[in-house]
């Protein structure tokens, strides 16, 4: 008589792993649009306008996408608290991975007129759609696994997804930036965004490979599966996520401003070789994948706050600094901005975000509670960034003296919402949350 064994569940490194996996191609595919939209969209789909007009519309499209993430947030994050996270997680890698390809093969504005932007602005939704689905899915799929005293460390591996989407998209483009420029414009670019399908297959694999979470089981096997999860979120904990926003400001921009504008400021507004700042970029990237690691883990022994704090300072006192490296058209200190920035900066003050916001909220609806704060928060903190950065510069007679400037308001704002939220580590994940105004997160810590 033969019995069947039901398989083991997999470790905590495990998932992290395919968390991060999963995370980095999506992030991949996302941003190849923001390097793209700084480098080839202004000439190929826009170049029906002049100059900055032209580069005004590629921003804005890159800002449609944000636009579109809090509708994809809302869809997953209502479904993946009703049914659970890894279906939720392999549908957005198949849209996003759909989403980029279709890009890659889309005819330029010579070829077919205005049908290009428009088409161009309808893939770039569907893309905004799927990452805003998987932000809060492969963030949970790593912290509800991990041991409570790890969970910033191997929620940290969800984070790694924007720094090494990020490496990878600037890989890419670095190598078809090897080409000849007719031939990068003809061609190169495109072949970026067809080798997401490759990336898609290993992503849906490693995925696939994962169970559900165990804190979600749990509330299927209480039968608490809320009905509405993202009214109950609102009416429970609006604070919470209010606040949880207002950190996402510094994150958002930090990330935007270097990774998109500044690119495009070396490239159009200073007329410097792309190398200059994609180099940069890359070694930010890099460096960044490691410090989100090291600052998630540093949170699991001195605090989530203590951790995000000290970035968010960093960044405010960098703003004028690193408006002045980039002025002064030196490659080296381009260089260091773009790897103190994406690397120093974006890595310390993201590092222990996935936990923090996490433990932030109910099981019940906490898949909802991270798609609706990562992403609403996202269109102004993300996606109107480098167009808020244009129109300041533009307004500033083409310094980033304005520029600086809005970054200190930005981190002032992270910090102050920062100081008001509780402090989280060590919190009972199954330990519902009594929201109050005074709140004493000691109380709700394990022991």
């Known amino acids: 008589m033969s019995t069947t ?58 800002a449609v996408g944000f636009l579109a993430r809090p509708v994809g947030g809302l869809i997953f994050g209502h479904f993946g608290d009703r049914i659970g996270r890894k279906q939720m997680l392999l549908m957005t890698l198949l849209i996003m991975g759909l989403g980029t390809a279709l890009i890659g093969l889309l005819p330029s504005y010579d070829t077919i007129g205005v049908w290009a932007p428009i088409l161009l602005v309808a893939l770039r939704i569907l893309q905004g759609i799927g990452v805003g689905g998987e932000y809060g899915g492969a963030v949970l799929l790593a ?30 483009f670095s190598l078809a930036g090897l080409l000849p420029d007719d031939a990068f414009l003809a061609w190169g670019w495109r072949a970026c965004f067809l080798l997401s399908v490759v990336l898609l297959a290993i992503g849906a694999y490693i995925r696939l490979s994962v169970m559900e979470t165990p804190a979600f089981q749990r509330v299927q096997e209480r039968r608490q599966v809320a009905s509405v999860p993202v009214k109950e979120l609102v009416r429970a904990q609006p604070r919470h996520l209010l606040l949880g926003m207002g950190t996402r400001f ?107 916001w996490s433990e932030l909220f109910d099981t019940r609806y906490r898949y909802s509670a991270l798609s609706s704060l990562y992403q609403v928060s996202g269109i102004v903190a993300s996606g109107f960034t480098p167009l808020i950065a244009a129109w300041l510069v533009a307004r500033g007679d083409g310094s980033l003296w304005l520029v600086a400037g809005y970054g200190v308001v930005v981190a002032a704002i992270s910090i102050v919402c920062a100081q008001l939220l509780p402090e989280t580590r060590g919190r009972d994940l199954d330990e519902p949350w009594v929201e109050t105004t005074t709140e004493r997160p000691e109380a709700l810590l394990v022991v």
Do not use: C, M
């Open 250 to 356: 510094v994150e958002g921009f930090t990330f935007n401003l270097y990774s998109v504008y500044f690119l495009a400021y070396v490239v159009t507004n200073l007329e410097l070789p792309r190398s200059w700042a994609l180099d940069g970029i890359l070694v930010g990237a890099l460096l960044g994948v490691v410090l989100v690691v090291a600052s998630g883990a540093l949170s699991d022994r001195v605090g989530r706050k203590p951790v995000y704090r000290v970035g968010a300072w960093l960044a405010l006192l960098f703003s004028f600094p690193a408006a002045f490296l980039l002025q002064s058209e030196n490659r080296w200190a381009i260089l260091a901005t773009f790897v103190l920035g994406l690397g120093v900066l974006y890595g310390v003050v993201y590092g222990p975000l996935a936990a923090h």
């Open 143 to 172: 912290v509800e696994y991990a041991p409570p005293g790890r969970r910033g460390f191997f929620g940290s591996f969800a984070h790694i997804g924007v720094p090494g989407g990020l490496f990878l998209a600037a890989v890419a």
């Open 5 to 62: 064994t039901a398989p083991a569940p997999p470790t905590p490194r495990k998932v992290a792993l395919a968390s991060a996996v999963g995370a980095t191609i999506e992030w991949y595919d996302f941003f190849l649009y923001g390097t793209a939209a700084g480098l080839v969209f202004d000439k190929l789909f826009f170049n029906g306008l002049d100059g900055p007009a032209a580069q005004f519309a590629a921003f804005g499209t890159f």
